[in-house]
């Protein structure tokens, strides 16, 4: 089955520093989110994107993140100044259709010291 | 506004007896469920998924869920659990904006399943 592939695994930075977590779709997805989960919490919605643009975003997804597609394969999530409350699990996703099964990468565990 | 519960944060079986893990949904519509696993440094994993057809959904690895209107259930059952099902399991209720899906998801807190010799 194909797969969702996010690099790093792991990221360590300093706070206030700018952070990119990437990710590379299935090549035939069109529907494309980022979801976070802090340790001991629920998996909370971040972000989805659909043609090139934003198409929902949460509270959570404040002027410190963006997401972009720039190459038509890569998927990524910035976050421009690091807070130590952005330590989480990042996890990517992506669908063919918005009601089509949503296939997710394994995680980039964000550690912000 | 749809939300989803999971009723246990920790469940722990031994192997061959049965797995139920309880979740219950709110939804103003009716909701598309799914349930999610996890297992240790890999991603998030669908194990089946409801969207109004049959109520029983018989999802991967021997794992189903049942939808129970009158009760806002979605609990997911196997009949025999085995070493390899250790995992966190997420419920999960599609998000909707009127009678629209979003596309968006909307987890519950997770059940680690925990599988004893």
């Known amino acids: 089955e194909p797969e969702v592939t996010q690099t790093p695994s792991h990221q360590v930075t300093q706070m206030g520093q700018e952070v990119i977590l990437r990710c590379v779709p299935i090549s035939n997805h069109l529907y494309f989110y980022w979801y976070r989960q802090i340790l001991g919490q629920k998996v909370e919605f971040l972000v989805s994107f659909y043609n090139n643009e934003i198409s929902e975003k949460s509270e959570i997804f404040d002027d410190q993140f963006s997401v972009e597609r720039p190459d038509g394969s890569n998927f990524t999530l910035k976050i421009r100044s690091t807070k130590l409350e952005d330590s989480a699990m990042y996890f990517c996703g992506g669908a063919r259709g918005r009601n089509e099964k949503l296939f997710f990468g394994s995680g980039t565990q964000l550690s912000v010291l | 506004a749809q939300s989803v519960t999971q009723l246990d944060s920790h469940v722990s079986v031994s192997e061959g007896t049965p797995v139920l893990l309880r979740c219950n949904y709110s939804s103003s519509y009716s909701p598309s469920l799914f349930w999610y696993v996890q297992h240790p440094n890999k991603g998030l994993q669908l194990l089946l998924k409801?969207?109004?057809?049959?109520?029983l959904v018989k999802g991967i690895n021997g794992f189903e869920a049942e939808f129970k209107k009158s009760e806002t259930s979605f609990h997911l059952t196997k009949p025999s659990a085995h070493m390899s099902d250790a995992a966190e399991y997420f419920c999960?209720?599609?998000?909707?904006?009127?009678?629209?899906?979003?596309?968006?998801?909307?987890f519950g807190q997770g059940t680690t399943l925990q599988v004893k010799p």
């Open positions: 409801y969207t109004s057809a049959a109520t």
């Open positions: 999960v209720v599609s998000g909707r904006v009127g009678s629209s899906n979003t596309g968006k998801l909307i």
